[in-house]
Each structure stands twice: as C-alpha cells, then as structure tokens.
C-alpha cells in the first residue's frame, strides 16, 4: 500500500497518509497498479500534499485531477505543497 496516496493518475501531487520526516522514502500506487516512490525534500504532515513532478511557478496543482491551485513559486519533486508555495485559482 505505501505511505502515500495518488487519488488520479493525472495528479501532480501525492498525499502522506502518515507524517512523514525530511529524506523519508514515499512509495504510492498508481491507478495502473504500478508501484512509485521519491525522497522527501521537506517534512510533511500527515494528509498533506507531496509534489510528485518538478512543478514550476504558475503551473497548475493538480489533485482528483482538477485544478486545485497554483504555483506561487518553482516546486521540486518531493517539496511539501501548502499555502506557502500555492495560490488560488481566480474564478471569473
């Protein structure tokens, strides 16, 4: 099962089931059946989001493959993705 949780496949981020430490290894299945894992750049409360791919500033934060925010700065692989590092997407 992993430490970890992808909802969509089409997602750019993972979310910890368990608190997880700076350096831990996160290891997730895809929709496909197919086992992933990165490192950890940051630590992670439980329930929080993970990026799983390089995001860059004003990119997308995808989650049950929606739009959920944006980028407000570069997102490494494996950074915590909060409030710090996201911005609401302006509805007009």
Known sequence: MGNA???DDRDNVIVAIDEIQKGDSLTYVTNAG???SLRTKDAVPA???IARVDIAQG???VKYGEYIGLAS???KKG???HTHNVK???KS
């Open 5 to 7: 949780k992808i909802i």
């Open 34 to 36: 197919e086992e992933e």
């Open 47 to 49: 329930f929080h989001k």
């Open 59 to 61: 990119e997308y934060i």
């Open 73 to 75: 700065s570069d997102i």
């Open 79 to 81: 950074e915590h993705i």
């Open 88 to 90: 609401n997407i302006e």
